[in-house]
C-alpha cells in the first residue's frame, strides 16, 4: 500500500447528529475538496493521509480505516481528529490551500464531481480495512 494517492475523510473525534460533519479545503485554483495528496516512496497510506492533513489543514488526527475501492487509484483513509467542529473557516500553511473548514454539506465551486464525496459520505467503515486493534 505504498504508492498513489491519499485522500482523508477527516471527521470529528466525537460524532454526533448535531455535528455529523468533515473537513475539507478550498484550492486556490480547483476550489474546494478533501485533503489529500501524494504517498510517498516506501509510505503507507495511513501515514500519508496524517502528513498530509496536517500539511494542509494543520490538524492531527488518528486514522482509523483505510479503503481502497471508493477512489478509483487511491485510498480514502478515515482520520478522527480531536478538534471541536466550528464555523468559521481558517488558514493553511500551505500557499496553494485558501482556506480550511468543516462541512456539513458539499459546498459549491466543488473541484471534484459531488457523486465522488456522496460515495464517501456514505461509504459503511465497517467493511473497510480497520487501522485499530
Known sequence: MS??????WAIPMINSDDNECWVMVR???????LPGGAIHEG???D????REL???????????A???????GGYVVLVAVPESPRPDAWSSSDDSIEEVGWCKEV?????????????????DW?????LES
Do not use: C
Not at 504508492?3 to 482523508?8: K, N, R, W
Not at 501515514?47 to 496524517?50: I, K
Open 27 to 33: 484550492h486556490k485554483d480547483r476550489g474546494w475538496e
Open 66 to 72: 483505510v479503503e481502497s475501492e471508493i477512489i478509483e
Open 126 to 130: 465497517s467493511a473497510s480495512i480497520s
Open 107 to 123: 459546498p459549491e465551486k466543488l473541484a471534484w464531481d459531488s457523486g465522488e464525496i456522496e460515495r464517501i459520505l456514505n461509504h
Open 3 to 8: 504508492d498513489g494517492f491519499v485522500v482523508i
Open 54 to 64: 496536517f500539511e494542509e489543514t494543520g490538524l492531527l488526527g488518528i486514522a482509523k
Open 43 to 45: 509510505e503507507e497510506a
Open 47 to 50: 501515514v500519508a493521509a496524517l
